[in-house]
Every structure is written in C-alpha cells, then in structure tokens.
C-alpha cells in the first residue's frame, strides 16, 4: 500500500515536473526578411532570452518575396507555423481589417506608444487598433554625390525640383568614365519599380484610381511621369536599368557608378559606411524631388512585427515583439554597433537623442518620413490609404503587372503611351473583376 | 493455369494499390478542377462562391495569356531544334575515335548534372550580365557595346540557358543510337561511291530518327514547364515577353494569391499539354510502326 502510494506521489511528482518544463520552454517562431537590420536582431537575441527564462526563439529567414508569400499563405489559412511574422504597411491594414492579427494595444507602459512617428504609427493602426509594431520605419529621398555636384558646377537645395534634378542628372553624366548621373530603380514589381513611380508619380499630381476606383494611367499626369521617369533613365541612366532593384543600384552607387540615387533612407547607413562604399565621404542627402505642386515623391514604409490571430503562444509573442520595437533596443544596438546601424525611423525619442542627431542623416530621414501622408498621398482626393502603394489585396497582382508594363518600356521594347495604355487595360480588367468599378 | 476464382482473388489482392495509385493521381487533379469554379482569393476571406467559368474566362483573355502561349511554342521549339540538331552534330562527333574521349564525353554530359537554379544564376550573372558578365567584357574587348540579353532578348537567352542545359540529353541518347550503327554498312556505301553528305543523310538521319523521336517527346514533357530558369534570370519579363503558361499560373496562385484563376490556368495548362502529347504520340507510333 505504501508503496504503491509511494510510486503514485512520486509519478505525479514526475507529471508536474513534465508540466512546468513544457509551461516554460514555449518556442517562438518568427518569420523575418533577410535585411541588414533583422539579422542584427538574430545577433542580439541573447539580450531577449537572458531577460524572459524560458522562451527560446527559432528564426526563419528568408528574402522579401518568399518571405511575403510564405506568410501571407499561412496567414490566409490558418496554418500557424509563424508566432510572430515580418509584414509590411501594405500587409497590415489589410490584414487587420480581416481580422487576422492580433491587436496590441495591450502592450505594456514601458513600450511608451506615443513615442511612434506619427506618419508610421497611422500606417499600422485601424480603426485605433495599433495592429503592427514597427522595426525600422523608411521614406525615400535623393542621395548625390557632393564631389560630383562640385565638379558641375551646381549646388544641391535641400529641396529640390525635379527639373534640377534632370539638370544636375545632365551635368554629372560621363558614360566614359562610367559614372551615370542618376540611377533609379527599373526591375518589374509593386515593391520595386511601382514602389518608386508611384511616389514619383504622386509628386506630378497623378494618382492609381479616382474615387470611384476607376485606373487614372490614361491622365496627362501619368503620362508626364513616365515620360520624365524614361527620358531621365535613358539619358542619364546606367545600361541594363530595367533589371536594377534596389541592391543593385546600392552596388552601383556604392563602387561610384552613380551620380544621384532615389531610394529608401535606410539606404543612408549603407553607402555612408566606409567598409563597403568608396564614396563614403561624398555622400550628401536632400528631399525627394518635387514639381511644384505641394507633394513630394517619397515613399513611406515600415518593416513591422506583428502576431497573426490564433497563435498558442500570444503572451510570449508579445514580449518578443515589445522587446524588440523597445527603446532598450535601440540603445543596445546603439551600444553595441555603433548609432548609425540602430534601427531608424519608428520613435521620436530617437531623434531627440543628441548622439544620434550627430548621425549625417538623421535629420533627412526624419524629414522625409514626416513629408509622407498615407491618407492623403497626392494631390488630389484618394480612396486608398497608402503613399506608393494602395492597401487593397488587388494591389499586389496589379502592381506587379503595371510595373512589368512600364519596365518593358524602360527596356526600349514599348513606348510610354503602350505602356500607359495596357496598364489602364489591365488595370480596369482586375478592378472590375474584383468588383471595385460597376 | 489460373480459374475464375484465383484471377477474382488476384483482382482484389491488389486493388488496395490501384485505388491508391488512382487516388493519388484523381484527389489533386478534381481539387485544381473544383477550386477553378470558385472565387477563391486567398487575401479576401469570406464565403468562396462558384462562379462557372469566370475564372478560365479571365485566365484565357488575360493579356499575358496570348503572349504566354506562343512563349511556351517558342520556347520549347526553339530548345528542341537547338538540342536536336547539335545532339546529332555532337553524337557524330564524340562518335569519332579520338584522344581522351571518356573525358571529353563527361564534360560535354556534365550540364545536363547543373541545377537548373543554379545554371540559370551561371548564366545570368556570369555570362549575361551587361556590366560585369563574361560576354560584356568579350565585347568590350573586340570594342563593341555590350548587349543587356536579359532586357533585350529574354527569350532567346532563356532558349540559350534551357538548351545548354538539354543538349547533353539529345547528345548520351543520339550518341547511343549512333554507336548501335554498324560501320561496316557505311564503309560498304562508301565503297559504292556514296560522299559523306549522302551517308549522313540516307544512311545516318534514317539510323537516329527513332531516337530523335524519343528525344523530342521527353524533352517536350519537360519543356512545357520550365520555371526556374526564367523566375531567376528575367521574372517574366521585361513585359510579359519572357511568361510561358506555368509562369503565369505561378503568378496568378503565388503572386495574387488567386487560387481560383491559379487552378483555371492549370487546367489550361493540362489541356494544352494533352493536345501536344496527342500530336506527339501520333508521330512517335507511326515512327515506331514503320
């Protein structure tokens, strides 16, 4: 009998045990996006695991496109293999809307939600649900090369026009010596040659739809666009554009083959870093251009965390996610690294930092962040939320098909009026299927 | 001798396989048939209604679409007359006795081992690119400009890439068939006068057309589905003018997340397949007949 009893404490001794190990190792999954700033996070983990026992963190890695489709794919069905997903601005409106993220306007006191950019924070919020925390926040502005404006003879305003910009594109040109006065992007995408044109197009007073969803790309607006965005390229481009995304026009840039480069400000610490860019000294920064007409063509964009609907793990999904948006990881990065490689763009503490204001373009970044408005993008009136993107799940599909329009004529194979034209086709095509137009 | 009885046993021994097999092939294909009737996008939750044949309407007046077609033909015909007329060319060469033969045949095999991923990075960032690749500084070196292939000739270079890849293939079946070639044949027309053009053509071309035709129908199974050459190098584009149809299914499911307009486009895909295979499978039984 006592033994029995014995053995029967000593088994539920064992089975409590068991419990209490399980209740502690909770292992977080966590989809994040190959770029310079979520591998650093991977680096610091340490720091996360040290301070909550018993979580541990597993990282799926993976380039932007995969990463997007893997997620969204699970998301969509419920397969729950991500407890904490890398998703963009585009992502969470959308998502959030459908229910599919969780809410985090429960996260604790320290995380200081007010600190959040205004501009970005909008980005993730619906209907004052904050359904994203952002990482690292971005717009776009000029990058120049100072050396080469000298050499012309010019000066670069703060804010300039984009007719200076084609001036100055003209007087840096020297396809001898291979440096090109702008590169731009030209690879087919809604994340890579759209993400670009639709800012630059919003800055010329044109917009994707009017407010009956009807595609605009039959507007004078658009089309003076295009035809700026290709007389630029051709003329004063680098060969081979319409394949050059963002990593290849940094490369470009970086070993000087360009004059200027509009792009994404986390671009700044990149080609300002003395280890990878031989021009790191020359680097100046300005505004994204404009025409005058009271907007500029600059993007805005966040890299965000946020958890998916119906995972197991929510609490601890939560503390990662707190963790890593937190200012006590920016100021361990900021330790660690250096302040230049310390996440930008997401608090306005950070750019209070005195330390960090010392960083060349700081001020720039938050500048052109503050430019963006993703309610009201461009001139005239929206219906979409969203500054080079539209936040409907058609987008994607028809922004990829536009951009592969417009890419081909960057490739000489169509001229902007086809290209315009098949891009209202096709447009007016998915736009109806998908029930916008009537 | 087998009764009535053992063969109805033999039936139902070894039916649990052949409902398995019949499973396994009939399950995803009614799944892709029954999803191409709903409205059915991954990013729009809701109820996913069935719609007939909206989805192959769209899919079949896509503007891509027509482009897709004739991209595929291109694309498989194009890598066919190239393997094939090199694999011939090939074969009678590697045919003939000569120093270091093994050798030279594991190199000339050794593509067809390559990843097509990987050959395809080889090629576009090695060869074809315009700034850095091998071709670009060739041509810089006879002082001309270099050529951007993937932006102006996607198509041709993706031909290139397939068929580098393929010419192996056409030339270990060609070379087989010509080594099963009796000599003493050919030397015998050569006594009787006959060049080296007329025992080419009347002697040899007779000799590989069976495995030419072997060649031709293995190679289009393949073909017709080329993917990963054309997602590493030129995304579809610039345009649509490098899309063949399993490139715009991918699009249609994995970019759009349109799963109904995906599996319609699979359809499309199955049925176009079947057509070419009827076509070939006549040529193939009336070679085989003859």
Not at chain 2, 114 to 138: D, E, I, Q
Not at chain 2, 146 to 152: E, G, I, Q, R
Request: net charge negative.
């Amino acid at each position: 009998m006592t033994i029995r009893l014995g053995a029967l404490m000593g088994a539920t001794a064992l089975c409590a045990a068991a419990t209490v190990v399980s209740a502690q190792d909770t292992t977080l999954t966590i989809a994040t996006v190959n770029n310079g700033d979520m591998i650093r996070m991977q680096g610091l983990t340490d720091d996360f695991t040290a301070k909550n026992p018993g979580i541990a963190v597993e990282w799926v890695t993976l380039e932007e496109n995969v990463l997007r489709q893997r997620v969204t794919t699970d998301v969509a069905t419920k397969g729950g293999q991500y407890d904490v997903m890398t998703i963009g601005t585009y992502e969470v409106p959308i998502w959030g809307k459908q229910g599919w993220l969780i809410s985090l306007n429960d996260l604790p006191a320290e995380y200081d939600v007010d600190d959040l950019l205004p501009a970005i924070r909008g980005g993730l919020t619906v209907d004052g649900e904050l359904y994203a925390s952002p990482f690292y926040g971005e717009s776009s502005m000029v990058m120049y090369r100072k050396d080469l404006m000298e050499k012309a003879g010019l000066e670069m305003p703060d804010a300039p026009t984009w007719d200076f910009i084609k001036e100055a594109a003209a007087a840096m040109t020297d396809k001898d010596g291979e440096i090109y006065g702008i590169c731009l992007r030209g690879k087919a995408g809604w994340g890579e040659n759209m993400a670009f044109l639709s800012a630059m197009a919003n800055s010329y007073g044109a917009r994707w739809f009017d407010e009956d969803w009807n595609p605009q790309f039959d507007g004078e607006a658009w089309n003076a666009t295009l035809t700026d965005y290709l007389d630029l390229m051709h003329n004063y481009g680098p060969p081979g554009s319409s394949s050059n995304g963002f990593n290849e026009n940094l490369s470009l840039f970086q070993t000087g083959k360009c004059g200027m480069w509009i792009d994404a400000t986390v671009a700044a610490s990149f080609v300002t870093n003395p280890t990878d860019s031989t021009v790191a000294e020359h680097v100046g920064f300005a505004l994204a251009p404009d025409k005058g007409l009271g907007k500029r063509g600059n993007w805005l964009w966040a890299w965000s965390l946020g958890i998916p609907a119906g995972t197991q793990k929510e609490e601890a999904a939560k503390k990662f996610v707190a963790w890593a948006t937190s200012k006590e990881y920016l100021a361990l990065v900021a330790e660690k690294e250096g302040w230049p490689n310390v996440p930008p763009g997401t608090r306005t503490s950070l750019y209070e930092n005195p330390e960090y204001q010392k960083v060349p373009f700081a001020a720039m970044t938050l500048e052109s962040i503050n430019a963006a408005d993703p309610n009201n993008p461009t001139v005239d009136p929206v219906p979409y939320t969203g500054v080079q993107f539209v936040a409907i799940p058609e987008f994607q599909g028809i922004g990829t098909a536009v951009g592969q329009q417009f890419s081909a004529a960057l490739a000489g194979q169509m001229s902007a009026e086809d290209a315009l034209a098949a891009a209202q086709k096709l447009a007016t095509r998915e736009m109806t299927r998908a029930g916008y137009i009537k | 001798m087998s009764t009535q009885h053992s063969r109805s046993a033999a039936r139902i021994m070894i039916s649990p396989s052949i409902i398995l097999l019949l499973g396994w092939m009939i399950i995803p294909l009614s799944l892709t048939l029954y999803f191409s009737f709903l409205r059915y996008n991954l990013l729009m939750p809701g109820d996913n209604p069935f719609v007939g044949f909206e989805n192959y309407s769209y899919f079949l007046t896509d503007p891509a679409f027509f482009s897709a077609l004739t991209n595929t033909l291109v694309l498989v015909g194009g890598v066919l007359l190239i393997t094939v007329i090199g694999g011939v060319l090939f074969a009678l060469l590697l045919d003939q006795p000569m120093w270091g033969q093994g050798i030279v045949r594991i190199l000339v095999i050794a593509p067809f081992f390559v990843m097509p991923t990987v050959s395809a990075l080889v090629w576009k960032n090695m060869f074809m690119n315009p700034v850095s690749g091998l071709f670009a500084f060739l041509a810089k070196g006879l002082g001309m400009e270099p050529f951007d292939f993937l932006a102006h000739a996607p198509l041709f270079s993706i031909i290139i890439i397939v068929a580098w890849q393929w010419l192996p293939f056409a030339t270990l079946i060609l070379l087989t068939a010509m080594q099963s070639l009796d000599s003493e044949r050919l030397e015998a027309a050569e006594m009787d006068g006959a060049g080296p053009f007329a025992r080419f053509f009347y002697m040899v071309v007779p000799h590989l057309s069976r495995s030419i035709t072997v060649v031709i129908l293995i190679q289009t199974i393949f073909l017709l589905s080329v993917f990963a050459e054309i997602l590493v190098t030129t995304n579809g584009g610039p345009g649509t003018s490098s899309t063949n149809l399993t490139y715009l299914v991918y699009a249609q499911s994995l970019l759009n997340f349109d799963v109904g307009g995906g599996s319609a486009g699979g359809v499309v895909a199955i049925i176009l397949a079947n057509i070419v295979a009827i076509f070939l499978m006549r040529m193939i039984g009336k070679n085989l007949d003859a």
